[in-house]
Nanobody, 120 residues
Framework: QVQLVESGGGLVQSGGSLRLSCSAS?????????MGWYRQAPGKERELVAS???????DYADSVEGRFTISRDNAKNTVFLQMDSLKPEDTAVYYC?????????????WGQGTQVTVSS
């Protein structure tokens, strides 16, 4: 069973930085054609923050473009989300997601989430 374990969340002041990490408990992350970070704030729907495909291409939500950077480190079996210039509106629970293409369907795996709180 695939387990994704996130770490790195916490409380930071506006303008500060945090780096989130997501590690896979079994197998190599290279098996996932897409890995990403989502977030969910209270009362809001879960939204995509950033994604990184095995091809090397990346996508970002408009709200974080230029401030956040996603990266995959296959050697460390970890995907990172570097968050700079944090704003109070970035406060949310951040979830790691991995997508695998197998048996002609896409399998989605999720981490348990890590809280990020940005104070003004």
């Amino acid at each position: 069973q695939v387990q994704l374990v996130e770490s790195g969340g916490g409380l930071v002041q506006s303008g500060g930085s945090l780096r989130l990490s997501c590690s896979a408990s079994s197998g190599s992350i290279s098996r996932y054609y897409n890995m990403g970070w989502y977030r969910q704030a209270p009362g809001k729907e879960r939204e995509l923050v950033a994604s990184a495909r095995s091809s090397g291409s990346t996508d970002y939500a408009d709200s974080v473009e230029g401030r956040f950077t996603i990266s995959r480190d296959n050697a460390k079996n970890t995907v990172f989300l570097q968050m700079d210039s944090l704003k109070p509106e970035d406060t949310a629970v951040y979830y790691c997601n991995a997508q695998e293409l197998s048996l002609s369907r896409i399998w989605d795996y999720w981490g348990q989430g890590t809280q990020v709180t940005v104070s003004s």
